[in-house]
């Protein structure tokens, strides 16, 4: 899925700015607040959301592994 502003009314930039000032920490949070407050469907505010926690990161094997414990989850990753 590409996100793009003429599918989604926003460049992917500007939703990373939406969910930076929206202040939350949880993915279900964030999509929420996609879905209501910016009328997005279930798989464009998911994709976004994912996007989001996985920004900067490169997609090398241990990166993956990294990504998946990014934000809240983050303290799990020494376990």
Known sequence: MTI?????GRSLTDWFTVLEAAGL???TD???HLKTEHGLSHGFANGIV???WAR???????ALVDAQYIGPKSVLRPI
């Not at 793009?4 to 989604?8: G, H, K, L, M, V």
């Not at 900067?56 to 241990?62: N, R």
Request: aromatic share 4%; hydrophobic share 25%.
């Open 25 to 27: 920490d949880k993915h």
């Open 4 to 8: 793009s502003p003429q599918n989604s």
């Open 56 to 62: 900067g990161v490169s997609q090398t094997d241990e």
């Open 30 to 32: 964030l999509m929420k």
């Open 50 to 52: 994912l996007q989001f």
